[in-house]
């Protein structure tokens, strides 16, 4: 299943991935531990001619302990997985660096629209410039996005970043990541968003700094086209 | 052979009456549906202090005559019960229908209010706060509409003896509905 | 009540107040549904493995109908087969008869629920006809999507799937209302709270779950409603809404749900495991105080669907510690239905194998649930195949493998008829295989990215590596629809020449089987007396293998363990 998972381009992603292998390792062990004293006892205890059940109802603590152990012992692993989980979370949607890029990402029916901020980093401001229809950014720097809907509720998923957010209509909510690896990647809408919904489709291009800087001053708007 | 009755309609193995546990078990998801209306206006109205400017608009004083008019079915409603804890099917049908007049008051008073609200430009769909205000407002209409069904079909069995022990239940929803009521009025009325 | 003139077929097969024949209207309308939720089942799978060809016995899935096929499978499955059947068709048949009564404490009312609920599947089926054609935003129903027709496309599909939802909601209300009160105050005496079966306890904190987390949905439907037909803005943005706030309503109520459905088919297992391995249940209260503390935490974790929603982020921790613990509560109940199985002597009945092989599969489902609750694997997970597969791997036993082992073990008391035991492992041995060789690959389509609600994965560069997965999962579920043919022979082959049924084929010990099989209208005839706890298998000593719970008590006998203080049995009256 792990092995499944497509390479991972973005700095934060290792940390989700080792919680998903932490998991699949704990899980997996209860699982085929569970599954193992299932059919023991199954096959141990089944009906022989002459050979009588034991009277077990477990009311008292001693044999009842033989159940709850286990249980305090689902509890505390549950607890290992979560705090590996809640450091991973806190580092990916808590803690949102300032960006060196800028981007808003808006979802509406059916795709993706990309507008840049610009050198000041502030979106609404005049040398704001829009992207084109791949998500275009520079590898090994940081991009901060707001992602917003212009419609209907969207999702922003790029699985090669590790990376899924809703887009909600009337909030413009922040993100991160930060790219590895030049080349293009999947961009898709992970919400059911309409008919369309299963064509809904865009991609991630990680670009070199210096060819990103070269598209962004192409995209960027001329000193006599401002206002 | 027992001759204890195959037919149990009469046991109780609590001691308490079947059609009590019933009504408090409906009442419990009633208080959800409400529970869960009320809540979202709260946390919304936390999120809108502007609805406070809305919510002034609400017409108090009708909101307040509306409320002593539902306490005072209320207390009609008690007296049926008394009436009927002590046999009177008669007399505790005849409290019910005094009951249902006041609920019949609440919602003609409650149409008015409606009707100057609308003329007023306040209508369910002017502003997020108005929506809320008629759907509560409305919410609770209809269950004072079917309360006073409920009670005008308890009551016309009571009067001529049957099923009295229904009284108790019908008014245990009233009080209810007026509780739901104590809730709303400040919420919409008050609250500014 | 008691109806001693002969009724008409009309009285005692259509509009009876038996709860017995209301149980079996609603097994048998649920089944009919979960045929034509399988049927949509197929289709879907039929396109996302060969997507343009037409699926045979349907044609061309356009792309708003696979949404529509997505939409109405899931509603299908959820409202009107697991509820129907768990808690229609199983909670009213046995909780009468498994407390000593003759029927339920309001027999008009569950006469009226079952009515409204056939309605409400009419209602259902019928949004499929109308112009626009049926909803197709996705069982969650989210907003703005589903507040604004110009958005989906249909106006009327959406409206009716609503109303039938709101239909179906009165009437599992008022059913659960009639359970509740029948449990409190109709048991027989000598029946105390720790005497009722598992099963008894299972469905009463069921329905209590049900009727305290539909309340906010109901509201927030009838705020959906008015903003799709009124034009208010709840959940739109355009008009000062929030679609958050759908979300919330809807997954308050939508997480305990799922344990409404799972404690029911949890309560199957504890009868038919205790049955088949002749043990009392390991650690009996131990389970009811399990149960009872999921039921109150199910109301606590419901955000862990929206981990990425768009809810402040620092929530997401708080959801994610519930979550964890509410885990604990079903581990103790799991492994306690393992460890009855120590000591014991197993009969592998169709039942039984049934039972067993839910929870072998729900153990996977249960595990993979893990990683969902993980806010930060959520993230990569969250609408995707992986969460496809888990619930899958949940629901399925819930909602199939335990009530056919249900069925299996009542249905000669339903029917007073046995069923095949050769043509019930041919069912079982097809399910399982098709079952998993359905939904294993599903996992690994979920690591590769492959999101959910897409009719085309070969649209997508990044899913055609998983094409192949997505064949062998479409020939698991033709082969899991297959399967159910030896389950339809068997029924009607049963129904028309089985073999007669005598009162207790399983030699079990609770009330139901010490009636004829099928029982008389009116259950018992006389009041049964109770005297012992539900699970007097194998006690120590000579003798048979199990006690009836209306056993004369017996002072030496430590199986008589849960008989409290015999001033709690009313005395029969003098004749």
Known sequence: MLSNLPRDISTHGAQIDAVMRLIFWICGAWFVVAEAVLVYLLVRYRRRKGVRAAWLPATDRKTL??????????????????????????????????????????????????????????????????????????????????????????????????????????????????????????????????????????????????AFDEWSRSRAPRHEDRP | MSHAASVQSERTSTGLPTGRVAIWWF?????????????????????????????????????????VVLLTSSLFAVLADSAAARGDGRRAGRFLLLTSLGGLAFLAIKAFEYTREIQHGFTPV?????????????????????????????????RRGQSVHRVEFVAIYWHFVDVVWIFLFPLLYLAS | MSHHAPQGFVRKYI??????????????TGLAMAAIGGFFAYVIRSQLAWPGHAAVGYGVVSANGYN??????????????????????????????????????????NLMSFWIFFLSSLVLIGSLFVPGGGSAVGWTVYPPLSAQASYSGGMWGVNLWILAVALEFVSFLMGGINFITTVINRRAPGMTMFRLPLFVWEEIVAAIVFLLSVGPLVAGAVMLLLDRLAGTGFYLPSRGGDPVLFQHLFWFF????????????????????????????????????????????????????????????????????????????????????????????????????????????????????????????????????????????????????????????????????????RLGIAHWLGTLIFFNMTFLPQFNLGMMGHHRRIADPTAFDFLRPGQHLQVLSTIGAIGMLLAQLPFVVNVVWSLVRGRSAESNPWKATTLEWTVSSPPPAENFAEVPQVHRGPYDYSPPGVGDDYIPQNSAPDGDRPGSAARSDPSDLEPVPAE
């Not at chain 1, 080349?183 to 919904?197: M, Q």
């Not at chain 3, 809810?311 to 103790?332: K, Q």
Request: aromatic residues 14%; neutral net charge; hydrophobic residues 55%.
């Open chain 1, 65 to 210: 302990a033989w159940v709850l152990v286990p249980a305090v012992l689902v509890l505390a692993f549950d607890l290992l997985i979560e705090h590996a989980s809640a450091a991973a979370w806190a580092r990916t949607r808590l803690n949102i660096p300032a960006g060196d890029v800028v981007v808003r990402i808006t979802g509406r029916q059916y795709f993706w629209a990309y507008r840049y901020a610009g050198h000041d980093r502030r979106l609404g401001t005049a040398d704001d410039f829009d992207g084109d229809t791949t998500l275009r950014v520079p590898r090994g720097r940081i991009i901060r996005f707001q992602l917003e809907a212009a419609d209907v509720i969207h999702a922003l998923w790029m699985p090669s970043l590790r990376l899924k957010l809703d887009a909600i209509p009337g909030r413009s909510i922040p993100g991160w990541f930060e790219a590895t690896r030049e080349g293009t990647y999947p961009l898709v809408c992970a919400e059911l968003c309409g008919a369309a919904h299963g064509y809904m489709r865009s991609s991630l291009t990680v670009m070199s700094p210096e």
């Open chain 3, 68 to 109: 529509t096929l997505v939409t109405m499978h899931g509603t299908i499955m959820v409202f009107w087969v697991a509820m129907p059947v768990l808690l229609g068709a199983f909670g009213n048949f046995l909780i009468p008869l498994l407390i000593g009564t003759d029927d339920m404490a309001f027999p008009r009312l």
């Open chain 2, 126 to 158: 002017t502003s997020l706060f108005w929506s809320f205000y008629y759907l509560m407002t409305g919410l609770h209409a209809a269950h004072v509409l079917a309360g006073m069904v409920a009670m005008l079909a308890v009551a016309s069995g009571a």
């Open chain 3, 254 to 421: 939508g997480h305990p749900e799922v344990y409404v459905l799972l404690l029911p088919a949890l309560g199957i297992l504890a009868e038919v495991i205790t049955a088949n391995s002749r043990k009392a249940l390991f650690g009996y209260k131990m389970i009811v105080w399990a149960t009872i503390a999921a039921g109150l935490l199910s109301f606590v974790v419901w955000a862990h669907h929206q981990f990425i929603a768009g809810i402040d982020p620092r929530l997401a921790t708080a959801f994610s510690l519930t979550t964890i613990l509410i885990s604990v509560p079903f581990a103790i109940t799991i492994f306690a239905f393992v460890a009855t199985l120590f000591g014991g002597s197993i009969r592998f009945t169709t039942a039984m194998l049934f039972a067993i092989a839910m929870i072998a599969e729900f153990l996977l489902g249960g595990v993979t649930g893990i990683i969902n609750g993980s806010a930060a694997a959520d993230i990569y997970v969250h609408d995707t195949y992986f969460v496809v597969a888990h619930f899958h791997y949940a629901l399925f036993p819930v909602v199939f493998l335990a009530p056919f082992a249900g069925l299996y073990h009542w249905w000669p008391k339903m029917f007073g008829r046995m069923l095949d035991t």
């Open chain 3, 15 to 28: 509009f009876s107040t038996d709860h017995k024949v209301i149980a079996k209207q609603y097994l048998f």
């Open chain 2, 27 to 67: 009442i419990a998801s009633e208080i959800a549906i409400f529970g869960g209306a009320v809540a979202c206006y709260i946390l919304l109205r936390m999120r809108h202090p502007e609805w406070g400017a809305a919510a002034r608009h609400t017409a108090t004083s009708i909101g307040a005559v509306n409320t």
